[in-house]
């Protein structure tokens, strides 16, 4: 893999990123024995937790999926980019810096460097822009977007530390100035700056006349805008964003989040907003933990970012009916992931931002602070939509805190929600938990009966069996599972295992690497090296290997030894009765024939 870093830089970042409090910043972690973690697997859909994370070993592996490695592989997978956009994603968390390449690479590096090259650009021309309408917005007063923000008594500090701006009434202000800075019409089409018109092909600006917000990622970096029409009646949507780039996926982005980090982190707490202003406003009244989800709606990736970071989410929505639909989502997405959940009510039904600028912040905070469990507006909701003195319609609003309560996983947390619904439908809690648990038993029997395998939690590495239907690769994982799990054994198959014996392959790659290190006095660090030869080839069944207990005991080690060198021998003969075979095809020499012939006699069928 080419990598254009140097091998002691990386090697830096990797002892100075621990992967147990790296993965835990993705995904909450629970202590599973000594320096063991598991969680729900980032990498798809499960309720069983097979995801394990080794902090002795500095690996993580799933047992559903497969997917496993080092702390390199993990953000490789999670961020969804190569080595060397992961290494630096590590080295400004770390606190490494890495010095930039001074000779060109080879191909594949030549190819990294490209794509890496790419994604800076798009970086350059998204901070180079939010100055751009920074600057138009304190050039320019006159314009509409300065007179709205005005009104809305955003202080200059506000406006700069929000990075707030306005974008030029022209169709093509944003095109004539990127391409002034020598930006290619190319990289201002894939960052989302310009468009082109679907007859004709003519180059046209996306936020023309638009007051702009910038959007940061995890780190801080600008990644794109949203951008709100200041018209009266807009021709087009309200507010428009960047489209999908490689720098930005609005299902993985939230607003503020750089600075609602520190505060959330602090209060074990979010709260989520509709919208930037919202976000703002709630800032403003000093409840620095307000963060908004980029796009239409909230998401599954955006709550497992929360999920970094807090217990609670107060969810500060509108209202309205679409306010209220998207609470629902909201909490189905959250409730599966145990946060404790609230719904803030605005007092008047009015936004965060309409009740800051009325009431001050004074008023936002006792707004937040009377927030009700999310139980408690579900049953006022109901009370709204159904005729609760009707056992029809009362059943009715016990089968919507039904199907919630079927996405809580945790039995303790779904007993006691079960309890608040009850008191507040004035149904028994025997029936609630009744009708729930007959949903859930019938699931059960509908996934059973499907022919699809149920997905257990991680399975011990079973001891193999070596005889002659065991394959090679087979008994070199499981000489690679015995060399780490016992020093003892390591250093046996380094004096006796003749190399030629291996194959090509990782497995042999990894037992080659842990003799080495055994025979250098450093069998201690040898699984930590083996896992760091999975960022550049993730092979599951070696991450299977480091994440579990070693499966053998000192009992039943030199057997186990014994016969996978004999399978290793034996089909090591057999690989030689082949080539000998050929030679003797091709052998014209009788003296050539009469030795290999010798040689095909010791060599057993």
């Not at 709550?303 to 639909?325: M, P, S």
């Not at 009707?390 to 947390?413: H, M, Q, S, T, Y």
């Amino acid at each position: 893999m080419g990598r254009g870093i140097p091998d002691e830089v990386i090697e830096e970042i990797r002892l100075r990123s621990d992967i147990v409090e790296v993965i835990g910043s993705y995904i909450p972690l629970k202590r599973a024995g000594g320096n063991s973690w598991k969680a729900c697997c980032p990498f798809h859909q499960e309720k069983t937790p097979s995801f394990h994370v080794r902090g002795d070993k500095q690996v993580f592996h799933c047992f559903g999926c497969g997917k496993g490695g080092d702390v390199f592989r993990f953000v490789m997978e999670r961020e969804n980019v190569p080595f060397p956009e992961a290494a630096h994603l590590l080295a400004s968390r770390c606190g490494v810096v890495i010095p930039e390449p001074t000779a060109a690479g080879g191909g594949d590096r030549a190819a990294e460097r490209a794509a890496a090259n790419v994604r800076d650009r798009l970086y350059q021309l998204q901070e180079e822009f939010a100055r751009f309408f920074e600057s138009n917005l304190k050039k320019h007063p006159d314009w509409p977007a300065a007179r709205y923000l005005a009104t809305r008594a955003l202080s200059p500090e506000i406006v700069a530390r929000f990075r707030l701006g306005a974008a030029p009434d022209a169709w093509d202000g944003c095109l004539r100035y990127g391409r002034a800075l020598g930006f290619t019409d190319e990289e201002m089409l894939t960052g989302g700056i310009i468009r082109r018109s679907d007859n004709g092909g003519r180059l046209y600006d996306h936020f023309r006349g638009r007051l702009t917000f910038a959007i940061w990622n995890e780190q801080g970096k600008v990644v794109g805008f949203s951008a709100r029409s200041l018209e009266a009646h807009p021709q087009t949507a309200k507010y428009v964003n960047t489209a999908e780039t490689p720098i930005f996926k609005k299902s993985q982005l939230l607003y503020a989040l750089p600075f609602a980090r520190k505060p959330m982190q602090e209060t074990r707490e979010a709260i989520l907003c509709e919208g930037q202003l919202d976000t703002i406003a709630l800032h403003r009244a000093g409840l620095e933990q307000a963060v908004a989800p980029q796009g239409t709606g909230f998401t599954a990736d955006q709550a497992r970012i929360l999920r970094r970071y807090v217990d609670r989410v107060q969810l500060a929505f509108d209202a309205d009916q679409a306010g209220q639909k998207a609470v629902r989502s909201a909490l189905e997405l959250l409730l599966p992931l145990e946060f404790e959940v609230g719904v803030i009510r605005i007092p008047g039904g009015k936004d965060p931002d309409e009740l800051f600028r009325s009431g001050g912040a004074e008023a936002v905070a006792a707004a937040v602070g009377a927030a009700r469990p999310w139980t408690v507006h579900l049953a006022e909701s109901c009370a709204t939509r159904y005729d609760l003195t009707n056992a029809a319609d009362r059943g009715r609003a016990a089968g919507e805190f039904i199907d919630l309560l079927g996405l809580v996983e945790n039995p303790v947390l779904r007993e006691l929600y079960a309890r608040d619904s009850a008191a507040l439908l004035n149904v028994s809690e025997d029936a609630i938990l009744g009708e729930l648990n007959r949903r859930r038993r019938l699931r059960t029997r509908r996934f059973a009966g499907s022919g699809m395998p149920q997905q257990s939690a991680a399975p011990a590495v079973s001891p193999a069996t070596p005889n002659a239907a065991v394959d090679r690769e087979q008994a070199e994982l499981t000489l690679l599972e015995l060399s780490l799990g016992f020093e003892r054994a390591a250093r046996l198959l380094a004096e006796q295992l003749p190399p030629e014996l291996l194959g090509d392959t990782p497995a042999a790659r990894a037992l080659n690497r842990v003799l080495a290190d055994t025979m250098n006095g450093e069998h201690a660090h040898a699984a930590a090296a083996v896992a760091a030869m999975l960022a550049e080839d993730p092979t599951p069944a070696i991450s299977r290997i480091l994440a579990s207990e070693c499966a053998f005991t000192e009992k039943n080690l030199d057997k186990a030894l014994k016969d996978c060198v004999a399978v290793l021998r034996a089909r090591g003969a057999v690989r030689d009765r082949k080539r000998i075979i050929e030679e003797l095809r091709h052998a014209t020499d009788p003296e050539e024939k009469l030795r290999l012939l010798a040689q095909l006699a010791r060599k057993p069928e």
